[in-house]
């Protein structure tokens, strides 16, 4: 599967739109990009997937770049309980081994 | 719909003895998966079940773990004896297909090795 790089942290404000980026510059034209997040003491919450358009449900946007190398997630409105650590997966559509990073570390403050 | 349970939450036992942790993936749910995160590391997969068959144990660390799935409804993954590095948040999922599908996680067991 194709490595990704996150930022280790960030900070969003509350109410504010909170855009998470990933680099996948070795995305291969299967894979997918996956977002899953863990709040503290929780198992892992699955977010969004996509393939190459742009998707959106109940709680995010995934935005993925025209060449696939790179994708992000919105999160439009944040709140206290989104902190959370986000990760940004990438898989093939048959795998089924999520392979989780470090991460980003994202912090919403009131 | 119930999420997917696991039983203990915690579990704090001395090297050498024997653990038992337990999942119970959503109802109808085929494929259930363990992970595992230990200290200071990034969250692994250990195996996959489809119904009651292991499907790729790749992840599993060693032979004192062993995964079991009767009936391809729970799920119990034993450890046997534990050391100290076995100190971590074990995590179950589940998903109705493998692949392109969500897997739904559970809480996790934090398991203590003294």
């Known amino acids: 599967d194709a490595k990704t790089t996150q930022p280790t942290s960030m900070d969003c404000a509350e109410g504010r739109a909170a855009n998470l980026p990933c680099n996948h510059s070795t995305i291969s034209g299967n894979e997918y990009v996956y977002w899953y997040r863990q709040i503290h003491s929780q198992g892992p919450q699955y977010i969004i997937h996509g393939l190459k358009n742009n998707e959106t449900n109940e709680m995010a946007s995934l935005i993925i770049t025209e060449d696939r190398k790179s994708s992000t997630l919105i999160l439009p409105h944040a709140t206290l309980r989104d902190t959370a650590v986000y990760y940004c997966i990438v898989s093939r559509s048959n795998d089924y081994k999520l392979s989780f990073g470090a991460g980003t570390t994202v912090t919403v403050r009131a | 719909e119930a999420g997917v349970t696991q039983f203990p939450s915690h579990s704090v036992i001395e090297k050498g003895q024997t653990v038992t942790l337990r999942c119970d993936p959503i109802s109808g749910h085929d494929n259930l998966y363990w992970y595992r995160r230990v200290m200071g590391k990034e969250i692994k997969f250990l195996l996959h079940f489809v119904k009651e068959s292991k499907q790729d144990e790749s992840g599993m660390p060693n032979n004192r773990f062993l995964a079991e799935r009767t009936g391809g409804t729970y799920s119990t993954l034993k450890v046997q004896p534990a050391e100290l590095e076995d100190s971590g948040v074990y995590f179950c999922?589940?998903?109705?297909?493998?692949?392109?599908?969500?897997?739904?996680f559970g809480p996790g067991t934090r398991l203590t090795v003294l």
């Open positions: 999922a589940s998903s109705q297909d493998r692949g392109r599908q969500e897997q739904f």
